[in-house]
């Protein structure tokens, strides 16, 4: 935001559209910090006339989801206890909602919710979620575009 703001101030950078950010159904809608921005579904819609599906639309959102909306979850050992569980998801509540941290959350990132609990097992599944299909286009694309062979980098 710092970055990117004085530049479309400067007339130097012109946005066209924001990337979105996932409901808590996992669906893409428009980024809260740039509200009069179309999201990259509107612009693809528009370009295409259709909305975006299949299995390359599936692997984008994965992808999307784990390096931007889902890139800040944390994770907690396997099998650790339910007591130490809740200790973190009261802790995580009580910051997410805090005044002083909601303010410099929306200077320092955007005016963006905070994902717990359940959105965040939604954005965590969606990130880490790839079926069969999915992962055999993945293969297949980065051995086509980028030459790359499991086991060889």
């Known amino acids: 935001m710092k970055n990117v703001e004085p530049l479309v101030k400067a007339s130097k ?3 066209l559209f924001a990337w979105g950010v996932l409901d808590d159904k996992g669906d893409v809608i428009r980024d809260p910090s740039f509200p009069n921005l179309p999201s990259f579904v509107e612009v693809y819609e528009t370009m295409h006339g259709k909305q975006p599906a ?3 639309w599936e692997v984008y959102k994965s992808f999307f ?7 800040k979850i944390v994770f907690l050992p396997k099998g650790i206890s339910a007591d130490i569980i809740e200790a973190w998801r009261e802790a995580v509540a009580k910051t997410v909602t805090d005044p002083e941290f909601i ?16 959105d965040a097992a939604t954005l965590a599944r969606v990130a880490t979620t790839t079926d069969p299909v999915a992962k055999a286009w993945i293969k297949n694309w980065l051995a086509t575009r980028y030459n790359y062979k499991p086991g060889t980098n």
């Open 54 to 56: 299949g299995v390359e």
């Open 103 to 118: 303010a410099r959350a929306k200077d320092e990132l955007g005016d963006y919710n905070q994902a717990i609990g359940r």
């Open 65 to 71: 989801t784990a390096g931007f909306a889902g890139q």
């Open 13 to 15: 950078a012109v946005p």
